[in-house]
């Protein structure tokens, strides 16, 4: 597990899931700080070291980064830590468009595609 502050190739991203899930990073995205914990078999990992790490709970959201594909494919907004109806997110989907924006914004700066 690791906290990326600075950026990824995609060929470091790749070499991360044939280690573990073989086509698939799990991550979660500090929208607030835009931040990116990564590298773990639980999404639920990946947020306590985020939350270790001083970042809130409810800046935090769950994502598949698939680094063979592209475009919209790339990126599932999928996670049990995304379940939280007290922020109107009712799914294991990030619901709301704009928060979706700002995880892409984030994964765009971090990522280098």
């Known amino acids: 597990m690791?906290?990326?502050?600075?950026?990824?190739t995609?060929?470091?991203?790749?070499?991360?899931?044939?280690?573990?899930?073989?086509?698939?990073?799990?991550?979660?995205?500090?929208?607030?700080?835009?931040?990116?914990a990564l590298d773990a078999e639980l999404h639920a990992d990946l947020e306590a070291l985020l939350i270790e790490?001083?970042?809130?709970?409810?800046n935090l959201w769950g994502i598949n980064l698939y680094p063979q594909l592209q475009g919209e494919e790339f990126i599932e907004f999928d996670?049990?830590?995304?379940m939280r109806p007290s922020q109107n997110n009712k799914s294991?989907?990030?619901?709301?468009?704009?928060?979706?924006?700002?995880?892409?914004?984030?994964?765009?700066?971090?990522i280098q595609q």
């Open 2 to 8: 690791k906290i990326l502050t600075d950026s990824l």
């Open 10 to 36: 995609i060929d470091e991203l790749q070499h991360m899931a044939v280690n573990l899930f073989g086509d698939m990073v799990k991550a979660v995205v500090d929208v607030e700080r835009e931040l990116i």
């Open 53 to 58: 790490n001083g970042s809130q709970q409810k």
């Open 79 to 82: 996670s049990m830590i995304n």
């Open 92 to 110: 294991r989907s990030v619901e709301n468009p704009e928060v979706r924006r700002g995880i892409a914004a984030v994964v765009d700066k971090r």
